[in-house]
Each structure stands twice: as C-alpha cells, then as structure tokens.
C-alpha cells in the first residue's frame, strides 16, 4: 500500500541554526507534495509544496527538496526561530481521488 | 475569509453515545476532507466528500461511521457507539477543486474524548 514515513521522530536544534527534516515515500507515482506544520492544539497549517517535475523550491525561509530517484523530500528551515517548533509532516497526494497521504511527523524542538 | 470552521472543540462522549462533528469549509469550497489524528501519531485519511457525494471512504470503518456533505449546512461525521478507541483529533480540511493543483486547508480539529 501507500505509505509516507518520516526517519527522525524528534529533531532538536538550536535557534539560529539551520533544520533539515526528512521524508520517505513510497508511491512513484505521486507527483505533488507538500510540507505541514503542526504547533501544539491545533490544525495542519500549510508551509510549502512541490510538484515532482522539480527538485527544488524555496518560500521564506523554508526549502524543499525533491529527489525522485530515491523517492526523498525534505524541508529545510533556514535560521530556526523557537516559533518553528511544532510537528511537521510531510504528505503525499496520491491514489484514485488525489488524497493527502500523511507521515508520522517530526517533532522540532528549538533550543533557546 | 473565514477559515475551515469545525466545532464543537471539545466533545466528551460516554460509550455507546453518538457523536456527531461538524465543518463549515472555507467559502467557496465544495470538497471536504476528513482525518483522524490519534496522539503522538500522523493524520489518517477516513473520507472525500464533495456536495451530496461521497467521493472516497476508503479510510472509514465500516460500522459505526459515516458522513456526509448536504448541498446545504456543513459536513458532519457522525459515529455510533462510541467506545474508547475512538478517542482522537478529527480534523476537517477543504479545498476549491479537490485536485492536485492545490492544498488543502485545515480546521482546527474536534478533540473526542469517550468515557
């Protein structure tokens, strides 16, 4: 079946560094992506997307990365602030209806 | 604009009640997403509803569950029963066209707590 898997549960940096967290997929044949940040009590808010016809593309202080060949995305944060400390996931939109296939997440955890 | 709505907040339920979920999506959209979120855990996909149509409950379970979308008022998912396994986050997202051109955008969550 589909699945999307995360390989760090929990990432601690400290603020002012730079976050990479990864993503594994499983589905070859999705061809849009996109990042979730979740904070504590609340919904999924979106942070940025990528269509697999490119490897690339930044939003504000944030980047994706898309390697099709391994089926690995990642997202980097530039200059970790503590306000990005949350769960983030990674979803895959796949299958007959195009539905959000979601990650198991991973916890950010910024350090003053 | 206002955001997708969902309420109530907080539902305590005692087992073998209904519960009953709603979600108003953003306006103008007519594609409806439900997910079930359990603690530490990522979201699951449970149904794809457009107006008056189920489009994919693949993710649902197959007795006490179910869901709909009218052409008027909000989605609302519904559980029979309820017992202690069904405690977790129900989220609801939405969007315009329900394809791969865009993202979905999520409520809040309903926190389901059954006694």
């Known amino acids: 079946g589909e699945s999307v898997g995360l390989h760090l549960p929990t990432l601690s940096v400290q603020e002012g560094d730079n976050s990479i967290i990864n993503c594994a997929y499983s589905n070859s044949a999705s061809d849009y992506f996109i990042w979730y940040k979740q904070e504590s009590g609340k919904g999924p808010q979106f942070i940025i997307d990528?269509?697999?016809?490119?490897d690339k593309r930044q939003g504000q202080r944030v980047t994706v990365l898309l390697n099709k060949t391994v089926k690995h995305l990642s997202l980097q944060i530039a200059a970790t602030q503590p306000g990005d400390s949350a769960v983030y996931f990674c979803a895959e939109v796949g299958g007959a209806t195009n539905k959000l296939i979601f990650g198991t997440g991973t916890l950010l955890a910024v350090q003053p | 604009n206002a955001g997708v709505m969902q309420n109530p907040r907080h539902l305590v339920r005692r087992r073998g009640q209904e519960a009953r979920l709603r979600c108003s999506p953003m306006?103008?959209?007519?594609?409806v997403y439900w997910y079930r979120q359990l603690p530490e855990e990522g979201l699951k996909f449970m149904v794809y509803?457009?107006?008056?149509?189920?489009?994919?409950e693949s993710g649902m379970p197959k007795e006490r569950f179910s869901a709909e979308f009218p052409k008027e008022g909000p989605s609302i998912l519904r559980i029979q029963q309820v017992v202690r396994g069904d405690s977790a986050a129900y989220f609801c997202a939405s969007s315009f066209q329900g394809t791969t051109n865009e993202k979905l955008f999520f409520g809040s969550g309903t926190q389901l707590s059954v006694l």
């Open positions: 306006k103008g959209h007519s594609h």
């Open positions: 509803l457009q107006k008056e149509n189920i489009i994919d």
């Open positions: 990528i269509r697999s016809n490119m």
